[in-house]
């Protein structure tokens, strides 16, 4: 069966400091990768998508990035994060297609920026 | 571009009342709908979805949510609530990539 892990789940980082976010997907292959913030009063804010090895496709203009250096490796990153970058992160994985199926999340990073 | 919009941001309902949450999207070509729910401290899940045929779908615990293709709309429904649907209810739309709503915080009291 298909699983996602994300990890850190808690993250307290102080300004200017750098981030990385990991996700990695089990029982699956050539998966649609997906970044999502989810903050209070704005819902799920997608901020990355990848179909693909080294496909990166941005959603929003913003102080992060990602990378897919594998196939079912998703990776969050920051040089240097700001206090808005504080939020709840989901990685998120779908079954490639012309039009997505369901998506499954991961249990998600609290990252607090102080 | 595509776009998600919930009407609602907080609902508060007494148990056995009915509810409707609207969801309209924009977007032109042909997509398929979902709604997810997050219980308090639990994953995101998928409630019910649409890709095609029959408008009207019926979800996990008695939810529905009928697809008026006229209106680019996908209202969620449940008749009676419970104290146990109290969670944030997500409206999304997929083409090649998923766009959620804002999310609507439903509080059901007992």
């Known amino acids: 069966s298909q699983t996602i892990h994300q990890w850190p789940a808690t993250l307290v980082q102080p300004v200017g400091s750098p981030l990385s976010l990991e996700c990695t997907v089990e029982g699956t292959s050539n998966p649609n990768l997906y970044w999502y913030r989810q903050a209070a009063g704005r819902g799920l804010q997608l901020l990355f998508y990848s179909v693909g090895i080294g496909q990166i496709s941005s959603e929003v203009p913003q102080n992060l990035s990602a990378s897919r250096p594998q196939d079912r490796q998703f990776i969050l990153s920051s040089k240097k994060l700001l206090l808005s970058d504080s939020g709840f992160y989901l990685c998120?994985?779908?079954?490639?297609?012309?039009?997505?199926?369901?998506?499954?999340f991961g249990s998600g990073t609290q990252l607090s920026v102080l | 571009a595509q776009s998600v919009s919930q009407h609602n941001h907080h609902v508060i309902l007494s148990e056995a009342a009915s509810l409707e949450l609207g969801c309209n999207y924009s977007y032109g070509g042909t997509v398929n709908l979902f709604w997810y729910v997050q219980y308090p401290g639990q994953h995101l899940q998928l409630l019910l979805k649409y890709f095609s045929g029959d408008p009207l779908v019926k979800g996990i615990k008695g939810f529905e949510a009928e697809f008026i293709k006229s209106k680019f709309s996908f209202n969620l429904r449940k008749p009676s609530v419970q104290w146990s649907d109290t969670a944030e209810y997500f409206c999304a739309v997929s083409s090649f990539k998923t766009i959620f709503g804002a999310g609507t915080r439903l509080f059901v009291k007992a």
């Open positions: 998120a994985w779908s079954v490639k297609g012309l039009t997505n199926e369901k998506l499954f």
